[in-house]
C-alpha cells in the first residue's frame, strides 16, 4: 500500500505509475548482499518506489537457509518480487548440465523463489537452446525473466530484439537488457537505445542500468543513462539494476524532483 508521505501537496507527474503492483515504470534494486536488518529498513523507507528485486549472480547460494527465507518472505510482504539472477542459472548449466537445472529449479521454489532470470553472459546460449531453457523453466512452475545480450560483446540491435523474441515466444514475462549493450566506452549509445525502442514492445522490456563491474563506466554515466532513460521514454521506463541507496533517488528523477530538474523545464532567457 502506498504511504503518505511528506510535502504532499506536490503531485507526480501525469505520466508516473504510483499505485503498485505497478505493470509500468518498474524499478529493480539489485540486491547484492543486503541483510536481512538493513533491508527492512530500507523497504520501510523506500518499498513504495521498488517493484522487483534481483538476488545478484549466484549470491542465493551464500546465505543461511533461514536467512534467504526471510529475505525473500519480506520482499513479498513489502510487494516486491524477489528473483533469481541468470548467472546462478548459467553456473548451474556449466558445472551440473540440463540434469543439474531440475534440482535448481526445486529449491528455488522451496526457498520461496516464484520467478528466476535466464541469461547467456558467460554460457552462450543458442536460440534453440533459450527457448529449451525458459520453456523448461516455465513448466516447472516458475514465472521467467530473460536477458539479452552479453557482458563481453557487441550486439546489435537487430540481435537484441531477436533475442527479446525467443525469450517472449518461450515464456517469458519480462526482458532485460544487459546494461554492457548500451555503454560505449561509458557513455550510453543512444542511437541503439532508441533503435531498440524502436523494435520493442518497452512496457515488456527492462533496461539495465550498468555498475563498476562494466570497463569506463562512472558513477557520472550512470546518472546520464538514468537522466537519458526518463527524457527518452517518460518516467514510466522500466529501470534495472538500482543500487539500494539510490532507489528514492531515482524515483526523484523520474518525478522531476532530481538533478534533472523537472520534466520539460526551460529556464527563462
Request: net charge negative.
Amino acid at each position: 500500500m502506498t504511504q503518505t508521505t511528506a510535502f504532499e501537496f506536490v503531485k507526480p507527474p501525469a505520466g508516473r505509475s504510483i499505485a503498485k503492483p505497478r505493470t509500468r515504470g518498474l524499478t529493480m534494486m539489485i540486491d547484492q548482499g543486503m541483510g536481512a536488518r538493513h533491508q527492512i529498513d530500507l523497504l520501510e523507507a523506500a518499498g513504495d518506489y521498488v517493484d522487483l528485486a534481483k538476488f545478484k549472480t549466484g549470491t542465493s547460494a551464500l546465505y543461511p537457509a533461514d536467512i534467504l527465507r526471510r529475505k525473500v518472505a519480506q520482499y513479498v510482504e513489502h510487494g516486491v518480487k524477489p528473483f533469481i539472477g541468470g548467472q546462478f542459472h548459467e553456473y548451474i548449466l556449466a558445472t551440473l548440465g540440463t540434469a543439474g537445472l531440475p534440482a535448481f529449479y526445486a529449491e528455488a521454489r522451496r526457498n520461496g523463489f516464484t520467478t528466476i532470470e535466464i541469461s547467456d553472459n558467460v554460457v552462450p546460449l543458442s536460440p534453440t537452446e533459450r527457448r529449451a531453457r525458459i520453456a523448461a523453466a516455465v513448466d516447472a512452475g516458475l514465472e521467467v525473466f530473460g536477458e539479452v545480450g552479453g557482458k563481453d560483446r557487441q550486439t546489435t540491435a537487430a540481435e537484441l530484439i531477436d533475442q527479446a523474441g525467443e525469450c517472449f515466444a518461450a515464456g517469458a514475462s519480462l526482458v532485460l537488457v544487459e546494461a554492457a549493450e548500451l555503454m560505449t566506452a561509458g557513455k550510453p549509445n543512444a542511437a541503439l537505445i532508441e533503435e531498440l525502442s524502436r523494435g520493442l514492445d518497452m512496457a515488456r522490456v527492462i533496461i539495465e542500468l550498468p555498475g563498476p563491474w562494466i570497463a569506463d563506466v562512472r558513477t557520472c554515466d550512470i546518472e546520464d543513462l538514468k537522466k537519458l532513460l526518463v527524457r527518452t521514454f517518460g518516467p514510466d521506463v522500466n529501470i534495472a539494476n538500482v543500487t539500494p541507496d539510490t532507489v528514492i533517488d531515482l524515483e526523484a528523477t523520474r518525478r522531476g524532483l532530481g538533478v534533472a530538474g523537472p520534466h520539460g523545464y526551460k529556464a527563462p532567457a
